[in-house]
């Protein structure tokens, strides 16, 4: 059974960084694209990052580009989102998820994704 669990997550402060993990079990990962997605209350879940199975292939949202990184570690099957600059915006749960499907590229369409972490809560106080 595929289970993936982030971690990572906490309180900082406005400009302050955090990092998230996604540690797959159950599924070899490097033969997956990985996503990130965030939901803050009230408001529906949203692409933030994407990797492809090689890693070669990278996605952004608009709103986190040129702060946030997507990594892959295969050997360790685990993700990273590294967040830097956060704002207070940026307030949120964090999901990662799986595509199966996908071989080549880095989707930001969460309707693409077959599993789903539990997510972990990023806060930035200003």
């Known amino acids: 059974q595929v289970q993936l669990v982030e971690s990572g997550g906490g309180l900082v402060q406005a400009g302050g960084s955090l990092k998230l993990s996604c540690a797959a079990s159950g599924r070899t990962v490097n033969r997956d694209a990985v996503g990130w997605f965030r939901q803050a209350p009230g408001k529906e879940r949203e692409f933030v990052a994407a990797?492809?199975?090689?890693?070669?292939?990278?996605n952004y949202a608009g709103s986190v580009k040129g702060r946030f990184t997507i990594s892959r570690d295969n050997a360790k099957n685990t993700v990273y989102l590294q967040m830097n600059s956060l704002k207070s915006e940026d307030t949120a749960a964090y999901y990662c998820?799986?595509?199966?499907?996908?071989?080549?590229?880095?989707?930001?369409?969460?309707?693409?994704?077959?599993?789903w972490g539990q997510g972990t809560q990023v806060t930035v106080y200003s």
């Open positions: 998820a799986i595509d199966l499907r996908n071989l080549f590229g880095a989707p930001g369409n969460l309707n693409e994704y077959d599993y």
């Open positions: 990797i492809s199975r090689t890693g070669r292939t990278t």
